[in-house]
């Protein structure tokens, strides 16, 4: 009985002394105490807000980019964890920045289908620079082709939205209208009553 009381009583003094020293251990793992503050980095250049948050033993990360012609390629315009924010040495900060080259987007079937219908396609997908070129056709505003940089594009295929996309649009048949020969006629179908 004497023996196991012993076990139990050293076993508990163990126990407390594997605790004492983990929290020591942590104290330095974690370094307790030692923090920084997230500074201020939206609105900066990308390179500038790297620097600025190694400065402070940061590290950046850019987890996002968008596409927006307002800014700057590269100008960070969301940051996690916000400015201020009370934050370990080493923490990575994530970044969004506008992007440095421009969205891709990728073009549905736009041959068939008239140039109005095509022209609001294309504005869903962000296109915004359309010209149409007219070419010999029956079907009057019917899209025959698209191109980009003199090239003929396919459906499926990726452009960037900045791109001046070339709509080939059908002229149609030109109507020929003579009122001289309508009139004529009339006067011709007029004569050959009286004849009767």
């Known amino acids: 009985m ?26 330095y793992w974690t370094r307790h105490g030692e923090t920084v503050d997230v500074p201020l980095v939206k609105a ?10 190694s400065s402070e033993g940061l590290n950046a ?9 307002g ?7 969301e940051q996690n964890p916000k400015a201020g924010t009370v934050v370990k040495e080493g923490r990575e900060v994530f ?9 891709m987007v990728s ?6 289908i008239s140039v109005r219908q095509a022209r609001s396609i ?23 082709g698209v191109r980009y940089k003199g090239t003929r594009l396919q459906p499926g295929a990726r452009v960037p939205v900045n791109a001046v996309i070339e709509l080939e649009v059908g002229e149609g048949v030109p109507e020929i209208f003579a009122p001289d020969s309508a009139a004529s006629s009339g006067n011709d179908s007029l004569e050959q009553l009286d004849l009767f």
């Open 2 to 27: 004497k023996k196991i009381a012993l076990n139990i009583l050293l076993m508990v003094v163990v126990g407390i002394l594997i605790g004492w020293l983990s929290m020591i251990f942590l104290r």
């Open 44 to 53: 900066l250049p990308y390179e500038r807000a790297i620097t600025s948050l």
């Open 61 to 69: 990360i850019v987890s996002d980019s968008v596409y927006d012609t």
């Open 71 to 77: 800014k700057a390629p590269g100008t960070v315009i």
């Open 95 to 103: 970044l969004t920045i506008v992007a440095f080259s421009p969205k």
């Open 107 to 112: 073009l549905p079937t736009l041959t068939d």
């Open 122 to 144: 294309l504005e869903g997908l962000e296109l915004k620079n359309v010209v149409e070129k007219r070419v010999p056709s029956d079907f009057k505003d019917l899209v025959l």
